[in-house]
């Protein structure tokens, strides 16, 4: 069973999703997936394309956005803010553990403006601690 949380009303992360949640993730009104995970990171780890294919199948839009161990920077950040601009409602971003896209989503939020403290705070709803990027989410809102 897919992990869902919550981040606000229009994003959410998950833990690795499989083939099998996406029929779950379309039914709780999610109209986008959003990979941040590269594949191969991990032996067994569902390929992307076939989640891509099982979301497609059911009409939802799919973007990989791959974070690896080399970090991310601006072009995946803005990759993010335009994969959430462009939905036409609900995301569900994952990766291994939801880290990485809470991050993603939290940097691309704060880079388009977002109040910080509020994004701390909506993540930490969500069981992620972001206070190791408050300086850098700080940074991109005050730009």
């Known amino acids: 069973m897919v992990d869902i949380r919550p981040l606000n009303e229009s994003v959410a992360v998950a833990p690795q999703i499989t083939v099998d949640d996406v029929a779950a993730i379309k039914a709780a009104g999610y109209v986008a997936i959003v990979n941040n995970r590269p594949d191969d990171e991990e032996l067994g780890q569902p390929e992307g394309d076939a989640i891509r294919a099982a979301a497609e199948a059911l009409g939802l839009t799919y973007t990989a956005i791959p974070v690896g161990h080399a970090g991310l920077g601006h072009a995946q950040i803005d990759a993010m803010a335009t994969a959430l601009v462009e939905a036409d409602g609900p995301v569900l971003a994952y990766c291994r ?14 880079k388009a403006g977002r109040n910080p403290e509020l994004i701390v705070r909506q993540g930490a709803a969500a069981g992620y601690d972001l206070g190791g990027i408050r300086p850098t989410l700080e940074a991109l809102a005050a730009r």
């Open 97 to 110: 553990s939801g880290t990485r896209s809470c991050n993603l989503w939290a940097l691309a939020a704060a």
